[in-house]
């Protein structure tokens, strides 16, 4: 017969070994990739929840909780944006083979690139790849670049159409010119509530985009947009400043970027999408309360 006390720290270690292995499923903190295109982050693990925010193609991930086919998970480059996604769309590192053991990636600075299957160029393509998508780079053939997907995939992609950094660092930090040309490529990308991509961007995350693909990192949302960088006053913008609006709620809650002459690029569902607006735009002119200079 086992002695009570015997029983009692037999029941503790199975309770503690349970609330281990508990901890363990809900909270990993191993690094995971986005394997493909861009995906959604939802508020909750849901089809039918809230976007919060994407994930460009090669974005490491944390995961830090699960439920079902899906993972929560938050996105250092974004601030450890958290979230959930789908797990169908993302891939542990352990098993991102070349993509996650190479010491440079490739960051696409245009709103679309295609990546050959052979470095002759022309069909089959592996993937057409979207700006801020994320890639590593296996080595350099000509004008080509040799890259890798987190999925196991390679192929080849035009030297002009990315930028190549350490993978311990930032892609290249480039200036005002660069900041309003890469914009402009995404003129009548629609508008869409939580999106960061070429098929549609919401404002902040338009704002975003650009600047990750010129090597300034930003928050995600126009409200911490606004605490970074220096104030800058109406009569001095230059190109490339980040000016703000309150729009839906108090605050900065709206972010453009000043192109200058008076003008604004920037994505809001008023202009259903990307579009150059006037600084004094009767709808956003009245809502303006400031900018930032982060370049």
């Given at each position: 017969m086992?002695?009570?006390?015997t029983?009692?720290?037999?029941?503790?270690?199975a309770?503690?070994?349970?609330a281990?292995?508990?901890?363990?499923?809900?909270?990993?903190?191993?690094?995971?990739?986005?394997?493909?295109?861009?995906?959604?982050?939802?508020?909750?693990?849901?089809?039918?929840?809230?976007?919060?925010?994407?994930?460009h193609?090669?974005?490491?991930?944390?995961?830090?909780?699960?439920a079902?086919?899906?993972?929560?998970v938050r996105?250092?480059?974004?601030?450890?944006?958290?979230?959930?996604?789908r797990?169908?769309?993302i891939?542990?590192?352990?098993?991102?083979?070349?993509?996650?053991?190479?010491?440079?990636?490739?960051?696409v600075?245009?709103?679309?690139?295609?990546?050959f299957?052979?470095?002759?160029?022309?069909?089959?393509?592996?993937?057409?790849?979207?700006?801020?998508a994320?890639?590593?780079?296996?080595?350099?053939?000509?004008?080509?670049?040799?890259v890798?997907?987190p999925?196991?995939?390679s192929?080849y992609?035009?030297?002009?159409?990315?930028?190549?950094?350490?993978?311990?660092?930032?892609?290249?930090?480039?200036?005002?010119?660069?900041?309003i040309?890469?914009a402009?490529?995404?003129?009548?990308?629609?508008y869409?509530?939580?999106?960061?991509?070429?098929?549609g961007?919401?404002?902040s995350?338009?704002?975003?985009?650009?600047?990750?693909?010129?090597?300034?990192?930003?928050?995600?949302?126009?409200?911490?947009?606004?605490?970074?960088?220096?104030?800058?006053g109406?009569?001095?913008?230059?190109?490339?400043?980040l000016?703000?609006?309150?729009?839906?709620?108090?605050?900065?809650?709206?972010?453009?970027?000043?192109?200058?002459?008076?003008?604004?690029?920037?994505?809001?569902?008023?202009?259903r999408?990307?579009?150059?607006?006037?600084?004094?735009?009767?709808?956003?002119?009245?809502?303006?309360?400031?900018?930032?200079?982060?370049?």
């Amino acid at each position: 017969m086992v002695h009570s006390p015997t029983i009692a720290l037999i029941l503790a270690l199975a309770i503690l070994s349970t609330a281990i292995q508990g901890q363990a499923r809900a909270s990993s903190h191993e690094g995971w990739f986005v394997r493909g295109g861009t995906v959604d982050v939802r508020a909750e693990p849901a089809d039918g929840a809230e976007r919060v925010t994407q994930a460009h193609l090669g974005t490491e991930v944390v995961v830090i909780g699960e439920a079902d086919d899906w993972a929560k998970v938050r996105i250092p480059v974004q601030g450890n944006y958290p979230g959930w996604i789908r797990k169908s769309a993302i891939v542990p590192a352990r098993e991102a083979g070349a993509f996650a053991s190479a010491k440079q990636l490739a960051v696409v600075r245009v709103a679309r690139a295609p990546v050959f299957r052979s470095e002759q160029g022309g069909e089959p393509v592996v993937a057409q790849v979207t700006l801020g998508a994320r890639l590593a780079v296996l080595g350099r053939r000509g004008r080509l670049v040799r890259v890798a997907f987190p999925g196991g995939e390679s192929g080849y992609i035009a030297e002009d159409a990315v930028a190549l950094y350490d993978r311990d660092g930032t892609p290249p930090r480039r200036g005002a010119d660069d900041i309003i040309k890469t914009a402009t490529q995404l003129l009548g990308v629609p508008y869409l509530w939580g999106g960061m991509s070429t098929d549609g961007v919401d404002c902040s995350g338009f704002v975003y985009t650009v600047f990750y693909a010129n090597g300034i990192v930003l928050p995600r949302d126009a409200h911490e947009q606004y605490t970074v960088g220096t104030p800058v006053g109406r009569g001095d913008l230059r190109p490339g400043d980040l000016v703000f609006y309150s729009t839906y709620a108090a605050g900065a809650s709206h972010v453009g970027i000043y192109m200058g002459e008076h003008r604004v690029i920037q994505s809001g569902s008023r202009t259903r999408g990307v579009a150059v607006i006037d600084l004094d735009d009767p709808h956003y002119g009245p809502k303006y309360i400031g900018a930032r200079r982060v370049l």
